[in-house]
């Protein structure tokens, strides 16, 4: 692809907190809060893991370890994003957040997940459709 020219858009995400929009990229680490960002996504993954979620590897497309897709999983940018909502906004708060692609069925789960455990209403903006996460569910009712 890059000898013709084509370049794939890397993925990222987008959200607003007291008039300043804030950018996450995939494993970035350059917000001011990335360690605190980080640290949540851990919480939030012990979590779900104990409510039965398995992080869905195979939509990782390089060749490298199930542990390193995983790893990789876990820090997209919306999920980034939201950890970064949860930090900053009160409890009930609803998060809002705009993504340039379209959202993996990992993310898909795990922000279902993150809705029930949190108890906040998570409206994801993809290059698709809005997603409204509410109680362990989607109002796509699973269909993007």
Same mark, same amino acid.
Do not use: Q, Y
């Given at each position: $692809? &890059? !000898?013709?020219?084509? /370049?794939?858009?890397? !993925?990222? %995400?987008?959200? /607003?907190?007291e008039? &300043?929009?804030h950018e996450f990229r995939v494993g970035d680490k350059s917000h001011p809060l990335s360690d605190q960002i980080y640290k949540k996504l851990d919480e939030l993954g012990l979590e779900m893991k104990t409510m039965g979620y398995e992080p869905t590897t195979e939509?990782? $497309?390089f060749d490298v370890e199930d542990e390193e897709k995983e790893h990789t999983l876990v820090h997209h940018s919306e999920k980034l994003a939201i950890a970064?909502?949860?930090l900053v906004t009160g409890p009930g708060e609803t998060?809002?957040?705009?993504k340039n692609l379209r959202v993996c069925s990992d993310c898909h789960t795990a922000i279902k997940l993150? %809705?029930?455990?949190?108890?906040?209403?998570?409206?994801?903006?993809?290059?698709n459709r809005f997603h409204c996460f509410r109680d362990g569910s989607c109002s796509c009712n699973d269909y993007w």
């Open positions: $692809m &890059k !000898a013709k020219g084509v /370049e794939k858009v890397p !993925a990222c %995400s987008w959200v /607003e907190f008039g &300043k929009v939509v990782v $497309m970064f909502n949860l998060i809002r957040v705009t993150v %809705s029930r455990i949190t108890h906040r209403e998570i409206i994801v903006r993809d290059n």
